[in-house]
């Protein structure tokens, strides 16, 4: 039986470098980063919470306009969603086609592994890069949302171009080692 919560007092690196190996050593750097994402992110979502509970609340209770609320808790959900994308996928929690693991050899499950992730890394790389290009373009031109409050968009892009950028990483240290794997064997 397994379960899919985290744990954060477990090393969630599941890859096949080498001890002592420089790939080694940034996967063990990536693994502290993202466990110091992950916190983050977990204040961020009770922080989304807390203010959509709390735009509730005033509506209800008080009648009060909630201009902010709303918007602040998806920036909240935002970044949390994009930032503990790496965190993820060091558990290789996103997809696999994981259907095709028990009619495959251990050899077809690495090919297929292998494959996965050579065309994530291909995704993830052309989304990063149209990510970061996007939250240029929304600091250049000063661009805000169109709400009342208009927070700059900025803040939400930049948040999900870190993220695709980590998850980047995180696959790219996943393929090399692999493939530093199947050399050293």
Not at 9 to 15: H, N, Y
Request: with cysteine; hydrophobic share 55%.
């Amino acid at each position: 039986m397994s379960a899919h919560g985290v744990d954060l007092g477990q090393s969630v690196v599941l890859t096949a470098a080498r001890p002592g190996s420089p790939i080694a050593r940034i996967n063990r750097a990536m693994a502290a980063l993202n466990k110091a994402i992950v916190v983050l992110c977990s204040i961020a979502l009770i922080a989304a919470s807390l203010i959509l509970s709390y735009s509730v609340a005033a509506r209800y209770f008080f009648n009060a306009a909630t201009y902010w609320q709303d918007e602040a808790a998806v920036f909240l959900l935002v970044g949390s969603t994009f930032l503990s994308t790496a965190f993820v996928q060091a558990g290789r929690g996103h997809i696999g086609i994981e259907a095709l693991t028990g009619y495959l050899s251990k050899r077809g499950n690495a090919m297929r592994t292998l494959v996965v992730d050579a065309a994530s890394l291909l995704f993830c790389c052309f989304f990063a890069w149209k990510s970061w290009t996007l939250l240029h373009e929304a600091w250049v031109d000063g661009q805000v949302s169109g709400s009342t409050w208009a927070p700059p968009l900025w803040i939400p892009y930049s948040m999900m171009a870190l993220g695709m950028t980590l998850l980047t990483l995180q696959i790219a240290l996943q393929l090399a080692s692999s493939v530093d794997g199947w050399r050293n064997r």
